[in-house]
């Protein structure tokens, strides 16, 4: 009669597996979780480690043979395991450690090895590993085991100080960088460049401080000439979109920005309309005259800058119009209309 065979196999396999099982669980203090039948490329489980009573997040996989068959003596010190050169290439492309193990069903012993390929020799068309017979599976192999892997980490109190940080970004309207002067002299565009890499790395923070950061420049307070005019001062900004990619997106870009208009005038050529000076509170603001057609160039780096960001992002091309009309009328004075 034609019916689904029952392999002997099949019985000492989850013979051994029961036995193994046992030993996690109650000498390790672990769970042995198997892998369903359908999805096993050589792994036919995985060790998850406990520390104390909490799941560490740490495992370790393991394939199994069960059977004296499985006992060839390599040498009165070590057992030896064979396989296919396709499950070694298996086991050691995995991110987690991976045990070889065999199951004495007859003595109840389960002998282990970890997976290295410094381990392993060709034997003919596959591949070999030496398992110590006194390396044995119990409550003494448990520090060895646990050392194949890494220490469970409190992550969420290390990132307390990173959210605490990042919530006073994201309760803050506007954000002053201050650039001091000797990172001027020494064109030192570093802590600009790991602020907006924390910005980056964080979707909310990213969407907040877009349009939200102001850069001063600090150390010049006795200096008669204005920044513009400071030849040190003027190569730092002329270079800073090419060193600090995306900067763009994050500059605020309204009518009393500072810094846009700093970057513009340390590369055009503009006189200021005599009698026009007033003051606002401490700031003292006049008007100036330009030809616009020396923006082009302006444009040209800004808006490549603000481009390449907003594609490696994924942000929306509706946030990209609304910034390029914004530094548009802060630079020239000019509207694009609403199309």
Same mark, same amino acid.
């Given at each position: 009669?034609?019916?689904?065979?029952?392999?002997?196999?099949?019985?000492?396999?989850?013979?051994?597996?029961?036995? &193994?099982?046992?030993?996690?669980?109650?000498?390790?203090?672990?769970? @042995?979780?198997?892998?369903?039948?359908?999805?096993?490329?050589?792994?036919?489980?995985?060790?998850?480690?406990?520390?104390?009573?909490?799941?560490?997040?740490?495992?370790?996989?393991?394939?199994?043979? =069960?059977?004296?068959?499985? @006992?060839?003596?390599?040498?009165?010190?070590? $057992?030896?395991?064979?396989?296919?050169?396709?499950?070694?290439?298996?086991?050691?492309?995995?991110?987690?450690?991976?045990?070889?193990?065999?199951?004495?069903?007859?003595?109840?012993?389960?002998? $282990?090895?970890?997976?290295?390929?410094?381990?392993?020799?060709?034997?003919?068309?596959?591949?070999?590993?030496?398992?110590?017979?006194?390396?044995? @599976?119990?409550?003494?192999?448990?520090?060895? &085991?646990?050392? &194949?892997?890494?220490?469970?980490?409190?992550?969420?109190?290390? &990132?307390? #100080?990173?959210?605490?940080?990042?919530?006073?970004?994201?309760? #803050?309207?506007?954000? @002053?960088?201050?650039?001091?002067?000797? *990172?001027?002299?020494?064109?030192?565009?570093?802590?600009?460049?790991?602020?907006? =890499?924390?910005?980056?790395?964080?979707?909310?923070?990213?969407?907040?401080?877009?349009?939200?950061?102001?850069?001063?420049?600090?150390?010049? *307070?006795?200096?008669?000439?204005?920044?513009?005019?400071?030849?040190?001062?003027?190569?730092?900004?002329?270079?800073?979109?090419?060193?600090?990619?995306?900067?763009?997106?994050?500059?605020?870009?309204?009518?009393?920005?500072?810094?846009?208009?700093?970057?513009?005038?340390?590369?055009?050529?503009?006189?200021?309309?005599?009698?026009?000076?007033?003051?606002?509170?401490?700031?003292?603001?006049?008007?100036?005259?330009?030809?616009?057609?020396?923006?082009?160039?302006?444009?040209?780096?800004?808006?490549?800058?603000?481009?390449?960001?907003?594609?490696?992002?994924?942000?929306?091309?509706?946030?990209?119009?609304?910034?390029?009309?914004?530094?548009?009328?802060?630079?020239?004075?000019?509207?694009?209309?609403?199309?």
């Amino acid at each position: 009669m034609d019916l689904p065979k029952y392999k002997r196999s099949n019985q000492t396999g989850r013979k051994g597996l029961n036995e &193994l099982k046992i030993i996690v669980e109650e000498q390790l203090g672990w769970i @042995l979780r198997p892998n369903h039948q359908e999805d096993d490329f050589g792994i036919d489980g995985y060790l998850d480690i406990i520390d104390g009573e909490n799941v560490s997040g740490k495992s370790i996989a393991f394939q199994s043979k =069960t059977g004296q068959s499985y @006992l060839n003596e390599l040498d009165e010190n070590h $057992w030896l395991f064979r396989d296919s050169f396709e499950h070694l290439n298996y086991y050691l492309n995995l991110d987690i450690p991976v045990l070889i193990i065999l199951v004495d069903d007859v003595n109840k012993i389960v002998y $282990w090895e970890i997976c290295k390929g410094e381990y392993t020799s060709r034997t003919g068309q596959s591949w070999t590993i030496p398992i110590p017979k006194n390396q044995q @599976l119990n409550s003494e192999s448990k520090t060895a &085991l646990r050392n &194949l892997v890494s220490r469970t980490v409190d992550y969420t109190s290390q &990132l307390e #100080s990173y959210w605490d940080g990042n919530k006073l970004l994201t309760d #803050s309207g506007h954000i @002053l960088l201050i650039v001091e002067r000797d *990172d001027i002299i020494d064109l030192n565009y570093d802590p600009l460049i790991e602020f907006l =890499t924390r910005a980056c790395s964080n979707k909310q923070l990213l969407a907040h401080l877009c349009e939200k950061i102001e850069i001063g420049i600090h150390g010049y *307070d006795n200096q008669t000439k204005e920044l513009h005019e400071i030849e040190g001062v003027r190569i730092w900004v002329r270079q800073i979109f090419f060193r600090v990619p995306g900067l763009t997106y994050f500059l605020c870009n309204h009518e009393y920005s500072q810094f846009l208009k700093l970057f513009m005038f340390c590369q055009i050529e503009f006189d200021i309309v005599p009698n026009s000076q007033i003051n606002v509170g401490k700031i003292i603001r006049k008007k100036v005259t330009f030809e616009t057609n020396q923006l082009k160039n302006i444009f040209t780096v800004i808006f490549s800058d603000l481009n390449d960001f907003t594609e490696t992002f994924k942000i929306d091309l509706k946030i990209n119009e609304r910034i390029s009309k914004n530094i548009l009328k802060c630079l020239s004075g000019e509207e694009i209309p609403d199309e």
